[in-house]
T-cell receptor, first 114, second 115 residues
Framework: DVKVTQSSRYLVKRTGEKVFLECVQDMDHENMFWYRQDPGLGLRLIYFSYDVKMKEKGDIPEGYSVSREKKERFSLILESASTNQTSMYLC?????????????FGSGTRLTVV | DQQVKQNSPSLSVQEGRISILNCDYTNSMFDYFLWYKKYPAEGPTFLISISSIKDKNEDGRFTVFLNKSAKHLSLHIVPSQPGDSAVYFCAASAYSGAGSYQLTFGKGTKLSVIP
């Protein structure tokens, strides 16, 4: 069964810490995405990548960066965690040409910044 | 500017009845529309999709209807079951350059099916 795996289900970090969220997919998908989900705000795109070493800003990139050194791995980095970055973070991947089935999502990482 | 809108944050339906979830969009360049279902503490999972050249797609208890002139789509669940209780996201796909498609999501509708 194909999957997108996020390394942690729950994380608690302190304000000011550097936080790494890891995502790995085993479907040889070209595209990978990071979203955050907050009540009443839906899914908001942080960053995405269409290829190795390539990255594009989404709708809310401030306070975040990403790294994609290998096709299967896409990392989200919180340079200096703040309490307003407490959220559910979702990684997704997709085939370049695939519209009909959209994205495959990971199970999410619930991050709490204290 | 929200290109995909789900105007109802929540919906409650009795078990066995029909659930109708609505979605409106503004971008006429969208070529596919998708519905995702999300349980708490899990990632969204793909439910059903429809091409912009069709007006209906059915998969078991789930049917999606598309009205292009009104820029409106809806998801019908018949009959509704308690296990359908989840947040449903409407999404629309458009070509975004670099040979790829990108989804734009609505804010979601929380469906509660009451036994």
């Amino acid at each position: 069964d194909v999957k997108v795996t996020q390394s942690s289900r729950y994380l608690v970090k302190r304000t000011g810490e550097k936080v790494f969220l890891e995502c790995v997919q085993d479907m040889d998908h070209e595209n990978m995405f990071w979203y955050r989900q907050d009540p009443g705000l839906g899914l908001r795109l942080i960053y995405f990548s269409y290829d190795v070493k390539m990255k594009e800003k989404g709708d809310i990139p401030e306070g975040y960066s990403v790294s994609r050194e290998k096709k299967e791995r896409f990392s989200l980095i919180l340079e200096s965690a703040s309490t307003n970055q407490t959220s559910m973070y979702l990684c997704a991947s997709s085939l370049r040409q695939d519209s009909l089935y959209g994205y495959t999502f990971g199970s999410g990482t619930r991050l709490t910044v204290v | 500017d929200q290109q995909v809108k789900q105007n109802s944050p929540s919906l409650s339906v009795q078990e066995g009845r029909i659930s109708i979830l609505n979605c409106d969009y503004t971008n006429s360049m969208f070529d596919y529309f998708l519905w995702y279902k999300k349980y708490p503490a899990e990632g969204p999972t793909f439910l059903i999709s429809i091409s912009s050249i069709k007006d209906k797609n059915e998969d078991g208890r789930f049917t999606v209807f598309l009205n292009k002139s009104a820029k409106h789509l809806s998801l019908h669940i018949v009959p509704s079951q308690p296990g359908d209780s989840a947040v449903y996201f409407c999404a629309a796909s458009a070509y975004s350059g670099a040979g790829s498609y990108q989804l734009t999501f609505g804010k979601g509708t929380k469906l509660s099916v009451i036994p």
